[in-house]
């Protein structure tokens, strides 16, 4: 089957060392007890890579940027970015991280971005950002995306293990306001909004602009309420990411083969519901 990963980042040597070195990932990788030298030394070059995304049925990987320079000095990865989309544009889609707090500099760089350096859409992280998803910071933003007419992922969950995020900030609910502002923006939410697994599934059903991938939750506490919508009234509103590096796509592909998905479903998340957002179909 082929597979469509919503959530990837290549493990290259500079991916893995900025991870590491973050102060948004850090802590979290060392109380879970991560080897960071045998976490970097793992890292393959961009070719590499490709080859095994190929070999694996890969249809596209979408490479989630992320912009947090102002709440932690998190500078913006496009650079790493942009090597993929060049060099291999039918493998690897780009979404550009975008920082809120930096105004329109920041729309002015979406822009670029999208015209001139083949991204095909944004990424925004409330939790780090530390304002909901609904603050005006963001409009901008989502009306960029709209005049470009491009998705966004909008990353929602816990974090534990980050300092100075608060699970408010990071609270699905506040998408529900977004969704109704920008009825022709396409939200994707990131790592299944959880803990609010009831909310979101609700969000989704209400909000035909509004999908979801359940990275990193699929097999938490409250998630068969996702499996259960998934083959239910979620068909065409689910799909397949990794968070690769942190769980390897490999993993992540096993454990969706495993998952009591309906056959039509797992193809559904696999890749068409991806591939019909990404305008693949």
Wanted: with cysteine.
């Amino acid at each position: 089957m082929q597979i469509i990963d919503f959530r990837f980042r290549p493990h290259t040597k500079e991916t893995l060392e900025t991870l590491s070195n973050s102060p948004i990932f850090r802590k979290g990788l060392l109380e879970s007890g991560r080897d960071l030298d045998a976490f970097v030394a793992s890292a393959k070059t961009m070719d590499a890579i490709a080859d095994e995304l190929k070999a694996a049925n890969f249809m596209r990987a979408v490479i989630v940027g992320r912009d947090a320079e102002t709440t932690y000095q998190f500078k913006p990865n496009h650079e790493e970015i942009i090597p993929f989309l060049q060099k291999y544009p039918d493998l690897f889609v780009g979404f550009a991280g975008v920082d809120p707090h930096k105004g329109m500099d920041a729309v002015y760089q979406l822009e670029d971005l999208v015209k001139n350096h083949g991204f095909c859409g944004a990424a925004i992280d409330p939790m780090y950002a530390q304002i909901r998803s609904n603050h005006e910071r963001y409009y901008p933003i989502y009306a960029k995306c709209c005049e470009l007419d491009i998705p966004v992922i909008i990353t929602t969950g816990l974090s534990p293990s980050s300092p100075g995020v608060t699970m408010d900030s990071a609270a699905p609910i506040y998408i529900d306001a977004v969704a109704r502002d920008f009825p022709m923006l396409k939200i994707i939410l990131s790592h299944g909004g959880y803990p609010w697994v009831g909310e979101t599934i609700g969000l989704a059903i209400r909000n035909t602009n509004v999908y979801l991938e359940l990275s990193e939750c699929e097999i938490q506490p409250l998630s068969n309420a996702y499996i259960e919508a998934a083959n239910g009234p979620l068909q065409e509103k689910i799909l397949f990411a990794s968070a690769h590096p942190f769980f390897h796509y490999s993993d992540g592909i096993a454990l969706y083969q495993k998952l009591p998905f309906q056959e039509n479903v797992r193809e559904n998340i696999f890749w068409k519901n991806a591939a019909k957002l990404l305008k693949l179909l």
